[in-house]
């Protein structure tokens, strides 16, 4: 059975940069299926951040482009965000999901997600 | 960015009810539509998929309809262990949106 897991610092200071990764386990992601990112600030709705396939290929949310990008490491069977110059508004709860959808956004398997407070 | 607009925010309602969701896009997105049950402390759990489909597992008391803009969620029979928050995510368009979700309680 598939499980996803995030993991990273739960505290980032101001203009640097977040980076979180969520490790598959139960599946190979060389196998198939896209890799996406999405947060939660507190009390708002969910956002998608970006997904990226098996081979590395990526795309994101406009919104953040700028300072995003999304890889696969198939050695760790891992996938990873980075977030570049954050500031409080990237406050939330991160998740990584598999997107089983070829066009993209069918996130059908989440990871439990964690926290990320961005404060000095 | 399409949006979506969920109504209601918030309901209360007893068990055996029946619920109704509404999720309207700000332009047709045809049926590209999920919907999601997320419970506090979980990840979020996809019950519907392209508007009316049901996920494998999920039980047949949830169910979705509609097309282009306007899209329906219902619970036909509340149960105490679908207390959770709702909420719908198109797929039409890039970026992927989502709802600002309907927190569903026992009355």
């Known amino acids: 059975q598939m499980h996803l897991q995030e993991s990273g610092p739960g505290l980032v200071r101001p203009s640097e940069t977040l980076s979180l990764t969520c490790n598959v386990s139960?599946?190979?992601?060389?196998?198939?299926?896209?890799w996406g990112w999405i947060r939660q600030p507190p009390g708002k709705e969910l956002e998608w951040i970006g997904t990226?396939?098996?081979?590395?290929?990526?795309y994101y949310n406009p919104s953040l482009e700028s300072r995003v990008t999304i890889s696969v490491d198939p050695s760790k069977n891992q996938f990873s965000l980075k977030l570049s110059s954050v500031t409080a508004a990237d406050t939330a709860l991160y998740y990584c999901?598999?997107?089983?959808?070829?066009?993209?956004?069918?996130?059908?398997?989440w990871g439990q997600g964690t926290m990320v407070i961005v404060s000095s | 960015d399409i949006q979506l607009t969920q109504s209601p925010s918030s309901l209360s309602a007893s068990v055996g009810d029946r619920v109704t969701i509404t999720c309207q896009a700000s332009?047709?997105?045809?049926?590209?539509l999920n919907w999601y049950q997320q419970k506090p402390g979980k990840a979020p759990k996809l019950l519907i998929y392209?508007?009316?489909s049901l996920e494998t597992g999920v039980p047949s008391r949830f169910s979705g309809s509609g097309s282009g803009s306007d899209f329906t969620f219902t619970i036909s029979s509340l149960q105490p262990e679908d207390i959770a928050t709702y909420f719908c995510?198109?797929?039409?368009?890039?970026?992927?949106?989502f709802g600002q979700g309907t927190k569903v309680e026992i009355k």
């Open positions: 999901a598999r997107d089983y959808l070829t066009n993209g956004g069918g996130f059908d398997i």
């Open positions: 139960g599946y190979s992601i060389t196998s198939g299926y896209f």
């Open positions: 990226v396939s098996r081979g590395g290929s990526a």
């Open positions: 332009q047709g997105i045809g049926k590209f």
């Open positions: 392209d508007a009316s």
């Open positions: 995510q198109q797929y039409d368009n890039v970026p992927w949106t």
